[in-house]
């Protein structure tokens, strides 16, 4: 249950042009786009940027319901900035802090990692790089807004406390499918194909299109990110894959 989120400003806002139904007749499934964090000051990822033009492809089909831009929009004061934290525990990439529920520490706490101050609110280290064809989309949700809590995923902090109206947006529009892209591909891309198959209940419906994103972490540990994925019901696919074929209309899923 929501109860306390400290930013009760609405973060889910429908960019009104666009507004209107996208597609739908042609198919029965209900496809949803979501390119997480394609900001100028996203997290440090190694050629982070060399994803937009697979984006801006995605981001120009007509068969999605809902194109939904995500935006880390976090306060000065926000808990993951190693900056807030006293030395000498608090090396941004290194170090880690404990978050509790903000209401009652019994209600649940999460190990998380502090990074160096990022996308703070109303600066442009928070602005969608300007490459994004972020016009294309339906809707744009800013995540990340509460002080006191990290939220990776584009739907809802890991303790409950901020919901960002994306479940309900998408369960509105009746979405079948979710594609996840965007940055970072082990954080942000992750926490929401996952939550995504969970609080829709889309399990195996729900694709991170793996050329369409990049992880901060590589190697080995973004391999590990993947099987975590799968092991929870995403497919990681490429950009080849039928999953993507069906978004030009070939192939489409019964
Ligand atoms: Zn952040």
């Not at 949700?141 to 002080?147: A, E, F, L, M, Q």
């Not at 369960?171 to 979710?178: C, G, L, N």
């Not at 891309?189 to 198959?197: E, F, G, L, P, R």
């Not at 540990?221 to 993947?226: L, N, Q, T």
Request: one cysteine or more.
């Amino acid at each position: 249950m929501i109860t306390s989120c400290a930013s009760p400003t609405v973060i889910l806002e429908p960019y009104q042009k666009n507004n209107e139904r996208l597609c739908s007749t042609e198919t029965r499934a209900n496809h949803s786009l979501v390119p997480c964090a394609l900001q100028n000051g996203s997290l440090a990822v190694a050629e982070g940027r060399t994803i937009t033009p697979v984006i801006n492809e995605l981001l120009s089909l007509p068969s999605f319901v809902a194109k939904v831009t995500t935006q880390d929009w976090h306060p000065q004061n926000h808990v993951s900035f190693a900056s807030n934290h006293p030395p000498p525990n608090n090396r941004p990439f290194i170090d880690t802090v404990t978050i509790y529920h903000p209401d009652d520490p019994s209600l649940g706490h999460y190990e998380t990692r502090l990074w160096p101050d990022h996308c703070v609110q109303n600066t442009p280290g928070a602005e969608l790089i300007p490459e994004l064809d972020a016009s294309k989309a339906t809707h744009n949700i800013k995540k990340g807004t509460d002080p006191r809590v990290e939220m990776y995923s584009a739907f809802v902090d890991p303790l409950g406390v901020c919901d960002s109206g994306l479940n309900s947006l998408l369960q509105d529009e009746k979405v079948s499918h979710v594609y996840v892209v965007g940055l970072a591909g082990d954080y942000c891309v992750k926490s929401t194909a996952m939550d995504a198959v969970k609080l829709l209940g889309l399990e195996g419906k729900v694709f991170v299109i793996e050329d369409g994103t990049k992880p901060v972490d590589g190697g080995e540990p973004w391999e590990e990110s993947k099987k975590d994925m799968e092991s929870k019901g995403v497919k990681v696919i490429g950009i080849s894959a039928k999953e993507v074929r069906w978004l030009y209309g070939e192939g489409l899923e019964a």
